[in-house]
């Protein structure tokens, strides 16, 4: 049979597709979520910097890795923003495009391109790392996000491989799991997360979940 989706606009959702009500939430909030608009990303990591600063997330190396500026790699328990710099070269892109692949760039090098991704939880409706904790350490909060609860965790470490996008992670300084918690403490306040807020060309937008991006544009 199949189940229509809730309407989240009101907060009174029925379970359906609702993760805050089948989680026990009644009456909650319109469900929250990101929406990242990467065509107006510019790799500034001003969104890193600012969930490092409000979260008090702890430094992770600041050694580069060598692949291109980007010294963060990827999502961690100590990297719950990761802005991702992808560079493609012109034949990459214009086999892609079917444009001609000949060109180069300045002084006869081959041209490249930038593409900037800033990636983070994505706050699952089925979130596979709360389903394999055994202590009810990862909760679904009345938004609908996931968090991590930092005193009952007791870093078995199951959430890390269930995830399948690779967010969450243990910290070797205290054997816990860490990972976004969508600013709970920020949005329970009615603010906005540490990241969109932080985004200077507002590529990170934040809003109901229905609703987030609603507002872009294509082209």
């Known amino acids: 049979m199949d189940i229509p989706p809730a309407d989240l606009s009101t907060g009174r959702a029925e379970p359906g597709l609702d993760p805050a009500a089948r989680a026990g939430h009644a009456g909650h909030p319109p469900r929250m ?3 990242t608009d990467t065509s107006v990303c510019i790799g500034c990591k001003a969104c890193e910097v600012a969930c490092k600063e409000w979260n008090a997330v702890p430094e992770y190396g600041l050694s ?5 500026y980007d010294n963060t790699q990827g999502l961690s328990a100590s990297t719950w923003r990761h802005v991702a710099f992808i ?6 892109t214009r086999k892609r495009d079917d444009a001609p692949i ?21 706050h699952c409706t089925e979130a596979a790392c709360l389903d394999v904790c055994p202590t009810g ?19 078995c470490g199951y959430c890390v491989s269930a995830c399948p996008f690779g967010v969450i992670g243990r910290r070797e300084s205290d054997g816990g799991a860490h990972k976004c918690t969508l600013c709970y403490d920020r949005i329970g306040d009615g603010l906005t997360p540490a990241c969109a807020q932080a985004c200077p060309t507002e590529s990170i937008q ?3 979940w229905t609703s987030c991006g609603s507002g872009r544009t294509s082209g």
Not at 64 to 68: I, N
Not at 87 to 92: I, L, P
Not at 137 to 155: I, S
């Open 33 to 35: 979520g990101f929406f």
């Open 64 to 68: 580069l890795t060598g692949m291109s």
């Open 87 to 92: 560079e493609q070269s012109a034949v990459t």
């Open 102 to 122: 000949s060109g180069t760039g300045a002084e006869g090098a081959a041209e490249l391109r930038w593409l900037m991704s800033s990636d983070v939880c994505k």
């Open 137 to 155: 350490a990862l909760m679904r909060t009345e938004f609908g996000t996931v968090v991590v609860q930092d005193d009952v965790c007791n870093g």
């Open 206 to 208: 934040f809003g109901p």
